[in-house]
């Protein structure tokens, strides 16, 4: 071989890696679609640009539902170290009238706090032990459909794959790429969040919610962690009371009212400082797939407009992904049976968080839901299983999801996890 023969070969483009499915993006979407993928034989790979660990800004709360999809995974509590489980929820109302709502206790787990940085580590080694292929410190640079595959261009080279899932999060690059953004959109939500050290003992223990009414519909979060951490927040809807250009100094003024100085304790220190980010709620609002892409978690605008929690559902629809493409024939459309399943699954339930974010908006209509969901026993238990995604938020208004240990159901990991191979 001559010189300029071997320099002509190291300035050719590599090749592009084939496989059946790339997943673009390792949070809990992109893992929960690799991990069924790889289970079920599917040769799969996952980019991220990130290296893992990698912190998320959230408020890091499991519900129920979250909870559910984790178990099914084979997710080992023990191997998230900042694992947290909840078992009192004290909700606010903007008058400041304070109830406990207590979730079932010694029935399996029903709400948890986990650092995200742990968590989605957690995710990505379990999506590893099934078999997929991880890419990390690897940014997907464009996505190109063709009739019969999809090119996913990276900073490490192209990947042909006959399938891609975007779960890329709420600024979506395979959403841009493919055309498919709604002009302007920049999420239905935007949060803060700062870690507390040394905070109060019930703020490290239980898990706090108060609607103020210069945040309505939105609402002020205290969840615990160990070690007598908190993660400390706030969401507001975007076009409601506050301006999102506001929120810097709103949370200073958050932090010095009389009760959050109360409830975090006089010896609470920030660890680091407050970060934001969009949250992303319409899962009937963006398109799910495009011909040979599938959107799932943010990407998919998944999270729910009441209380803007994704995890659950992105954790959902990164399963529903994987089982369309598993069980869709060669030549069927993966990416149309996924979009009528999501739909089907979370539709109505966003409708109806919809509505009650429209009471919600109002002090008079917070304060009447709050009161009526802690009028007895019976409501304060069954709102906290609610409101934490043990059952779906339109269940009464869709009776094919009846069933009759409905308002029973014990939470997850009543077992200990054994290890899937
Ligand atoms: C302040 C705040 C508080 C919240 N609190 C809660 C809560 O308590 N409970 C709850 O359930 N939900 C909460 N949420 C929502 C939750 O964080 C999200 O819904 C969830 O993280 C969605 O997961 P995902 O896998 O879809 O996306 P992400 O977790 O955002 O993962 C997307 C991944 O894509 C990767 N990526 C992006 N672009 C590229 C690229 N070009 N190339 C390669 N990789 C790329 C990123 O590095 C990232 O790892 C909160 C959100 C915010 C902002």
């Given at each position: 071989?001559?010189?300029?023969?071997?320099?002509?070969?190291?300035?050719?483009?590599?090749?592009?890696?084939?496989r059946?499915?790339?997943?673009?993006?390792?949070?809990?979407?992109?893992?929960?679609?690799?991990?069924?993928?790889?289970r079920?034989?599917?040769?799969?790979?996952v980019?991220?640009?990130?290296?893992?660990?990698?912190?998320?800004?959230?408020?890091?709360?499991?519900?129920?539902?979250?909870?559910?999809?984790?178990e099914?995974?084979?997710?080992?509590?023990?191997?998230?170290?900042?694992?947290?489980?909840?078992?009192?929820c004290?909700?606010?109302?903007?008058?400041?009238?304070?109830r406990?709502f207590?979730?079932?206790?010694?029935?399996?787990?029903?709400?948890?706090?986990?650092?995200?940085?742990?968590?989605?580590?957690?995710?990505?080694?379990?999506?590893?032990?099934?078999?997929?292929?991880?890419?990390?410190?690897?940014?997907?640079?464009?996505?190109?459909e063709?009739?019969?595959?999809?090119?996913?261009?990276?900073?490490?080279?192209?990947?042909?794959?006959?399938?891609?899932?975007a779960?890329?999060g709420?600024w979506?690059?395979?959403?841009?790429h493919?055309?498919l953004?709604?002009p302007?959109?920049?999420?239905?939500w935007?949060?803060?969040?700062?870690?507390?050290?040394?905070?109060a003992?019930?703020?490290?223990?239980?898990?706090?919610?108060?609607?103020?009414?210069?945040?309505?519909?939105?609402?002020?979060?205290?969840?615990?962690?160990?070690?007598?951490?908190?993660n400390v927040?706030?969401?507001?809807?975007?076009?409601?009371?506050?301006?999102?250009?506001?929120?810097?100094?709103?949370?200073a003024?958050?932090?010095?009212r009389?009760?959050?100085?109360?409830?975090l304790?006089?010896?609470?220190?920030?660890?680091?400082?407050?970060?934001?980010w969009?949250?992303?709620?319409?899962?009937?609002?963006?398109?799910?797939?495009?011909?040979?892409?599938l959107?799932?978690?943010?990407?998919?605008?998944?999270c729910?407009?009441?209380?803007?929690?994704g995890?659950?559902?992105?954790?959902?629809?990164?399963?529903r992904?994987?089982?369309?493409?598993?069980?869709?024939?060669?030549?069927?459309?993966?990416?149309?049976?996924?979009?009528?399943?999501?739909?089907?699954?979370?539709?109505?339930?966003?409708?109806?968080?919809?509505?009650?974010?429209?009471?919600?908006?109002?002090?008079?209509?917070?304060?009447t839901a709050?009161?009526?969901?802690?009028?007895?026993?019976?409501?304060?238990?069954?709102?906290?299983?609610?409101?934490?995604?043990?059952?779906?938020?339109?269940?009464?208004?869709?009776?094919?999801?009846?069933?009759?240990?409905?308002?029973?159901?014990?939470?997850?990991?009543?077992?200990?996890?054994?290890?899937?191979?």
């Amino acid at each position: 071989m001559t010189t300029t023969e071997a320099s002509e070969q190291d300035l050719a483009p590599a090749p592009p890696v084939r496989r059946d499915v790339v997943v673009v993006g390792a949070g809990p979407a992109g893992t929960a679609a690799a991990i069924e993928l790889a289970r079920a034989g599917v040769d799969v790979t996952v980019v991220d640009r990130a290296v893992f660990p990698r912190d998320k800004i959230c408020g890091d709360g499991l519900t129920t539902g979250a909870l559910r999809h984790l178990e099914h995974l084979g997710l080992d509590p023990a191997s998230v170290g900042s694992w947290q489980e909840v078992t009192n929820c004290w909700i606010s109302s903007p008058s400041g009238t304070t109830r406990r709502f207590p979730l079932p206790r010694g029935q399996g787990t029903f709400a948890v706090v986990a650092r995200r940085i742990d968590l989605d580590e957690a995710l990505v080694d379990l999506a590893r032990s099934a078999g997929a292929e991880l890419r990390e410190d690897t940014s997907v640079l464009d996505t190109i459909e063709f009739d019969d595959h999809v090119r996913v261009e990276t900073s490490r080279g192209p990947i042909d794959a006959r399938w891609c899932i975007a779960a890329d999060g709420m600024w979506s690059p395979v959403r841009k790429h493919l055309g498919l953004t709604v002009p302007g959109y920049r999420g239905d939500w935007h949060a803060f969040r700062q870690y507390f050290t040394n905070v109060a003992p019930a703020a490290a223990r239980d898990l706090f919610v108060r609607f103020e009414s210069d945040l309505l519909p939105g609402y002020f979060w205290s969840f615990p962690l160990p070690d007598g951490r908190a993660n400390v927040g706030f969401g507001i809807q975007r076009g409601a009371k506050v301006a999102v250009g506001d929120m810097g100094p709103l949370w200073a003024d958050l932090l010095s009212r009389e009760w959050a100085q109360e409830l975090l304790g006089p010896d609470a220190e920030p660890e680091g400082p407050h970060r934001a980010w969009p949250i992303p709620a319409r899962i009937d609002g963006l398109a799910l797939c495009a011909h040979r892409t599938l959107f799932v978690g943010d990407a998919a605008a998944a999270c729910d407009p009441l209380t803007g929690e994704g995890i659950g559902q992105a954790l959902l629809t990164g399963r529903r992904a994987a089982e369309a493409i598993v069980t869709t024939s060669e030549r069927g459309d993966a990416a149309r049976t996924y979009a009528a399943q999501v739909t089907s699954d979370l539709v109505a339930d966003h409708r109806m968080s919809m509505l009650l974010v429209r009471a919600m908006r109002h002090r008079k209509g917070a304060r009447t839901a709050i009161r009526l969901a802690g009028a007895t026993p019976w409501t304060r238990r069954n709102f906290a299983r609610w409101l934490f995604e043990d059952y779906p938020r339109a269940i009464v208004l869709t009776p094919r999801r009846w069933h009759h240990r409905m308002l029973s159901s014990p939470g997850a990991f009543r077992e200990p996890v054994v290890p899937v191979a």
